[in-house]
């Protein structure tokens, strides 16, 4: 049983395109999150929702928008894409943003290359 | 905001002892993770620290001092397997946000 899944686990795409990544997490957890990490493998938050509602929005542009159709999904839709936005997406989730000490559990990533 | 310093790389003999630091600076502490990644996976999680003092799992010990802002986690027995990433992360109570340092590479040699 897979915890936290993503898909595409790879995306090729041009330039200017628009694309999606898409994340469920079968655990019940009420929190889930969208991470960027960067050839330089550092790991940054870009998105928080909790309950499908937005808790923590970093400075992310805003042609990145998050969407949470229930608890158990959280989805990254992308527009415009450029050559900067190439990095690799974990999605992750958590029992309850509110208690500290809760473990973030991370789906396998989504490595995106844009051309 | 938030500062986190971890060494980039480390190298270690298998069956040995390896010692991984991480400092931090933040408002509004609330605990600090440990995270292996080995390349091209997940990160998974290791270890939770918010009160002084030592955490003991098997083969994986970590140590917090909340009033030097540091942590380390300590691997015993190394072995092949344990070449990865190790992500310290400190929770902030802003949002309960989890912010990562750059990882410490460890290659476990033979």
């Known amino acids: 049983d897979t915890a936290v899944s993503q898909t595409p686990k790879y995306l090729v795409t041009q330039m200017g395109n628009d694309k999606s990544i898409k994340c469920e997490q079968n655990?019940?957890?009420?929190?889930m999150y969208w991470y960027k990490q960067d050839s330089k493998k550092f790991l940054k938050i870009m998105f928080s929702?909790?309950?499908?509602?937005?808790?923590i929005n970093e400075t992310v542009p805003n042609r990145f928008s998050p969407k949470s159709p229930d608890k158990a999904h959280l989805n990254l839709h992308i527009n415009s894409l450029e050559l900067g936005d190439s990095a690799v997406y974990f999605c992750a989730s958590s029992q309850d943003s509110s208690l500290a000490g809760n473990e973030q559990f991370f789906g396998p990533g989504t490595r995106l290359t844009v051309l | 905001g938030q500062n986190i310093d971890q060494p980039t790389e480390m190298t270690a003999t298998e069956g040995a002892i390896v010692q991984i630091n991480c400092t931090y600076q933040?408002?509004?502490?609330?605990?600090l993770f440990w995270y292996q990644q080995h390349a091209g996976e997940a990160p998974t999680f290791l270890s939770y620290n918010v009160l002084d003092g030592l955490e003991e799992k098997g083969r994986f010990s970590s140590f917090l001092s909340r009033s030097k802002g540091y942590s380390y986690l300590l691997l015993k027995e190394l072995q092949m397997k344990d070449s990865a990433s190790y992500l310290c992360?400190?929770?902030?109570?802003?949002?309960?946000?989890?912010?990562f340092g750059g990882g410490t590479r460890l290659m476990v040699k033979p």
């Open positions: 655990l019940g957890h009420d929190t």
């Open positions: 933040t408002s509004g502490f609330n605990g």
């Open positions: 929702y909790n309950n499908k509602e937005l808790i």
């Open positions: 992360a400190v929770l902030s109570n802003a949002g309960n946000m989890l912010t």
